[in-house]
């Protein structure tokens, strides 16, 4: 099984660092997403795993073949390394018919032109442009030119899978069919792939595993069913999904499991931290807004509120809440009348972990 490691990854432009100690393993057959806002280095650490921009520091290696090592000064070239690189814009060469792109890296690898036919075919089949070979890249909509680039990163049958933003310039109901398609054609072909996004919606209906990256750095790693249900960090829970977050105070955990956390007006609010190492004092309460209920509910605490302005929004409600000086919403069936009024929270649904991560 071939594995990619990066240890202690860094890249500094003059006095900024764009990525800082970035240590990931990513397995073999993996669909990996880096996912953050701009500026936050998934961009970065994906161009030093394509070769295209060289870190200066930390140590990256796929298998046994080391591709970067600061320390030492190794570096191999990306076009030693094989990989399949999609960017953002597509780059396709608008002189060459759709099948002389997909066939550009068979040729320059001097593969014989029999195969090379058969590969060409093989990889327009697999994304659905077997009937468009002939055409040039202006004559394709954006869906179909991004596609046209995803063959390309593939008829070479590279071991590695890279991607940047490739589904932003699609339009929404584009992107949502894309990614079936996308996540279908990487699971047939075993390939491992590592994916940059910024959209949330995207991580989650794709990846095996999302890197959470702010500030050049890694905030949290995991399933996205951990990363949603079990955050860790203050960032995490917010930029995935919505979150309620409040402040509040508790004591030390040494434990992952219940807990009980105390907010700014007294009230005292059963929770639970997916953290082992939780220390006293101020933490914050994470409450995805759709988990409130308005009803008593078993294994809830019931927490006293003042009912605010609502929004109709198609198949549900949004409302707002005041409790402890904060502000919360909730996602509800029937608005609540506005004024005093109580909502319940269950253990399970409120996560709590420190003001830092």
Known sequence: MTELVLKDVSRRYGTALAIDGINLSVTDGEFLTLLGPSGCGKSTTLSTIAGLD?????????????????????????????????????????????????????????????????????ALELVELGSLAKRYPGELSGGQQQRVALARAIVFRPPLLLLDEPLSNLDAQLRQQARIWLKDIQQELGLTTIYVTHDQDEALA??????????????????????????????????????????????????????????????????RTPLADLSAGAQLL??????????????????????????????????????????????????????????????QDAVVFGVDG
């Open 54 to 122: 060289q870190p200066t520091g930390g140590r990256i290696s796929f298998g046994e073949q080391v591709l970067v090592d600061a320390a030492s000064g190794t570096f191999l070239p990306p076009e030693a390394r094989g990989f399949g690189v999609v960017f953002q814009s597509y780059a396709l060469w608008p002189h060459l018919s759709v099948e002389d792109n997909v066939g550009m890296a068979l040729k320059l690898r001097k593969v014989p032109a029999a195969e090379r036919r058969a590969r060409i075919a093989q």
């Open 206 to 271: 794709m990846s095996d595993r999302i890197v959470v990256m702010r500030g050049g750095k890694i905030v949290q790693l995991g399933t996205p069913q951990e990363i949603y249900r079990d955050p860790i960090h203050p960032f995490a829970a917010s930029f995935i999904g919505n979150a309620n977050l409040l402040a509040v105070t508790g004591s030390a955990t040494s434990h992952v499991g219940p807990c009980d956390v105390t907010l700014g007006d007294g009230q005292v609010v059963r929770a």
């Open 286 to 347: 994470a409450i995805r807004p759709h988990l409130i209920r308005c009803v008593p509910t078993d294994d809830a605490s019931e927490i006293k509120v003042e009912f605010g302005p609502e929004s109709y929004l198609g198949d549900h409600f949004e409302q707002e809440a005041h409790v402890a000086g904060s502000t919360i919403r909730l996602s509800i069936d029937t608005p609540q009348p506005r004024g005093a009024g109580r909502i319940w929270v269950r253990a």
